[in-house]
């Protein structure tokens, strides 16, 4: 993995190869990094942080819960992992449900039978949860850590005043279809996400996917939701149904190799809205 120089202290990988884009922060005296993707893939991103800065890794910051942002959190258990107070309860609880031992050991040979391609991913996979966690924001040596909701009701963004940049997390995919299928997503919460990103002193952003943006893309997606929203308001007070609403033909922001995804997020905007 090669991390690029997106300002003068804010490296970053964006190649979507391996999951979520990373990055990390240099501080005064230490260096955070942002997201963890799954375990191969952070071994990678923690061997590649040396080669660009020169200060200690201090702290892991995670954006959101979904497992290509902290399934790599077990490469970095020696640091203080930093997430929303949602995301740790919600870790807390996977460990209980779905990443129980037994529940884990069965979505682990999915993977290798399904996927053995990106085995390397996944293998020896350990959930680890964060140990520092906060509800509104956080902040270390002027970096800034502001939950939002939006994708998930733990999605937060990262944002490096002097430097002008902005990690996004998942409120922002860029050149593909934004995912909004998780159970806490909240598109009124999404837009206003938006809007406050438009009124901050931002040059460069990193998304959770595809290639570095600015607030155009922010602007840009921000009308395609609006508009989204006044359809979706229409059709309900037509009272179309939840099927029909959600395989409805809107306006396109990106086209998407995962149609079934697509519809799983406008059900969920759909559940959202509805009276």
């Given at each position: 993995?090669?991390?690029?120089?997106?300002?003068?202290?804010?490296?970053?990988?964006?190649?979507?190869?391996?999951?979520?884009?990373?990055?990390?922060?240099?501080?005064?005296?230490?260096?955070?990094?942002?997201?963890?993707?799954?375990?191969?893939?952070?071994?990678?991103?923690?061997?590649?942080?040396?080669?660009?800065?020169?200060?200690?890794?201090?702290?892991?910051?995670?954006?959101?819960?979904?497992?290509?942002?902290?399934?790599?959190?077990?490469?970095?258990?020696?640091?203080?992992?930093?997430?929303?107070?949602?995301?740790?309860?919600?870790?807390?609880?996977?460990?209980?449900?779905?990443?129980?031992?037994?529940?884990?050991?069965?979505?682990?040979?999915?993977?290798?039978?399904?996927?053995?391609?990106?085995?390397?991913?996944?293998?020896?996979?350990?959930?680890?949860?964060?140990?520092?966690?906060?509800?509104?924001?956080?902040?270390?040596?002027?970096?800034?850590?502001?939950?939002?909701?939006?994708?998930?009701?733990?999605?937060?963004?990262?944002?490096?005043?002097?430097?002008?940049?902005?990690?996004?997390g998942?409120?922002?995919?860029?050149?593909?279809?934004?995912?909004?299928?998780?159970?806490?997503?909240?598109?009124?919460?999404?837009?206003?996400?938006?809007?406050?990103?438009?009124k901050?002193?931002?040059?460069?952003?990193?998304?959770?996917?595809?290639?570095?943006?600015?607030?155009?893309?922010?602007?840009?997606?921000?009308?395609?939701?609006k508009?989204?929203?006044?359809?979706?308001?229409?059709?309900?007070?037509?009272?179309?149904?939840?099927?029909?609403?959600?395989?409805?033909?809107?306006?396109?922001?990106?086209?998407?190799?995962?149609?079934?995804?697509?519809?799983?997020?406008?059900?969920?905007?759909?559940?959202?809205?509805?009276?």
């Amino acid at each position: 993995m090669k991390l690029h120089k997106v300002s003068s202290r804010v490296h970053a990988n964006w190649d979507g190869e391996t999951g979520g884009n990373v990055g990390v922060i240099e501080l005064s005296d230490s260096a955070v990094a942002v997201d963890a993707q799954y375990p191969g893939s952070a071994r990678k991103f923690r061997a590649a942080i040396p080669k660009v800065i020169s200060q200690p890794l201090s702290h892991l910051l995670l954006t959101h819960i979904h497992g290509d942002h902290v399934f790599g959190n077990m490469v970095f258990n020696d640091l203080e992992i930093v997430g929303h107070r949602r995301l740790w309860e919600k870790m807390e609880q996977g460990l209980k449900k779905e990443w129980s031992p037994n529940s884990l050991e069965k979505m682990l040979e999915t993977y290798r039978t399904d996927a053995p391609e990106r085995w390397w991913l996944f293998e020896g996979l350990e959930i680890v949860v964060p140990t520092i966690t906060f509800t509104d924001s956080w902040e270390m040596d002027g970096v800034q850590f502001t939950n939002h909701g939006g994708h998930s009701d733990c999605s937060s963004t990262v944002y490096v005043p002097e430097d002008r940049t902005l990690f996004a997390g998942d409120l922002l995919f860029v050149g593909m279809f934004p995912w909004a299928g998780d159970p806490t997503a909240n598109p009124d919460h999404w837009i206003d996400a938006f809007q406050d990103m438009l009124k901050m002193d931002i040059e460069t952003i990193i998304p959770g996917h595809g290639p570095l943006c600015d607030l155009d893309e922010v602007e840009r997606q921000l009308s395609w939701m609006k508009e989204v929203r006044w359809v979706m308001q229409g059709l309900i007070q037509d009272g179309e149904t939840e099927d029909v609403i959600a395989s409805y033909n809107y306006r396109v922001l990106y086209p998407t190799d995962h149609p079934e995804w697509q519809k799983k997020s406008y059900a969920r905007w759909y559940n959202v809205w509805k009276p």
